[in-house]
């Protein structure tokens, strides 16, 4: 099963430089392999309508 992670830190992944805000899909020995160098943090399904309070570059501000 793959998961998506959002690069938090400038990192090589896949052959190119990744960068910080870029969304990455890792299947479960890929996470395992990066997950030791750091930069990478697990997106989570935000519920339909709702936005965060403090939204990253990209995404709309809660109303």
């Known amino acids: 099963m793959s998961n998506e992670y959002r690069i938090t830190s400038p990192r090589p992944i ?11 899909t890792l299947d479960e020995r890929q996470h395992r392999a990066e997950a030791g160098w750091g930069g990478l943090e697990e997106v989570t399904a935000t519920p339909a309508g709702k936005t965060p309070a403090n939204p990253r570059k990209g995404e709309k501000p809660a109303d």
């Open 14 to 24: 896949g052959g190119r430089m990744r960068k910080i805000g870029e969304i990455v």
